[in-house]
């Protein structure tokens, strides 16, 4: 007789799959005839469900692994997959669309657009795919707002919010395409203590719930809640 598989330990077998690997990458900037080896050579693997924090000092190449892992920027050698594709020999529009469907990028600096509204800005990823029907596009950019406690200020723009509102709507813009997959650039990083608090614990929550969260930040104490800490020095994984 079979054994069959139950949905729940087929979501945990799901989530300690790799999801992200990277293999030999490397990463090098030129400038005329400068160059600037940014990533020497990076093995790093990172399973679905874990909550991972990557540190190092200024210029170490925390950055340049986040812009692999989005495919924002791509290695000069090396390999980049994730969740069974690999992006790196990908063309830039399926890059976009790629992208715009599996991972939610989280900045430092919100980059909200000041004249639109917390639910249109929090829909626009979902605007640029032209996914679903404008009333569907509003409903789930209206669910990820109430998701992260501003349920109440749809209508306000960027200027009338705090500076913890602003990265609230940067995260729930950043959900609307149900992304495995959750990066933060210093995503505390412009927030008072007790915001970057806060916001650390809906990460901590939307992690609880199986999403995969990568995140840099300086903040040690940050850092060693995420569970597992990679530490990068000279373009390098030199410590977890």
Do not use: C
């Not at 090098?28 to 399973?47: F, M, N, Q, S």
């Not at 340049?64 to 390999?79: C, E, K, L």
């Not at 917390?118 to 950019?141: C, H, I, Q, W, Y």
């Not at 349920?151 to 709507?169: I, T």
């Amino acid at each position: 007789m079979t054994a069959t598989l139950s949905v729940e330990a087929a979501v945990e077998r799901t989530i300690r799959e790799p999801l992200i690997e990277l293999e030999g990458v490397v990463k090098i900037y030129r400038t005329g005839k400068l160059e600037y080896p940014a990533l020497r050579g990076v093995d790093l693997t990172i399973d679905g469900g874990q909550m991972v924090a990557v540190v190092g000092p200024s210029g170490s190449g925390k950055t340049t692994i986040m812009n692999m892992i989005t495919g924002i920027d791509r290695p000069t050698a090396g390999s980049v997959v994730v969740d069974g594709q690999q992006i790196d020999e990908l063309s830039e529009e399926q890059l976009a669309v790629w992208r715009g469907g599996n991972v939610g990028i989280v900045f430092q600096f919100f980059q909200l657009l000041p004249t639109l509204t917390a639910v249109e800005n929090a829909m626009l990823p979902l605007d640029f795919a032209r996914k679903g029907s404008k009333r569907a596009r509003f409903e789930t950019a209206r669910h990820n707002l109430e998701l992260v406690g501003l349920g109440d200020k749809l209508h306000h723009l960027p200027a009338e919010l705090s500076g913890g509102e602003q990265q609230r709507v940067a995260i729930a813009r950043a959900l609307a395409p149900d992304p495995k997959l959750i990066i933060g650039d210093e995503p505390t990083g412009n927030l008072d203590t007790q915001t970057a608090a806060d916001m650390f614990e809906l990460l901590e929550r939307l992690n609880d719930e199986g999403k995969t969260v990568v995140y840099v930040t300086h903040d040690l104490e940050l850092a060693a809640r995420g569970g597992r800490v990679v530490t990068i020095r000279d373009g390098l994984v030199v410590g977890e």
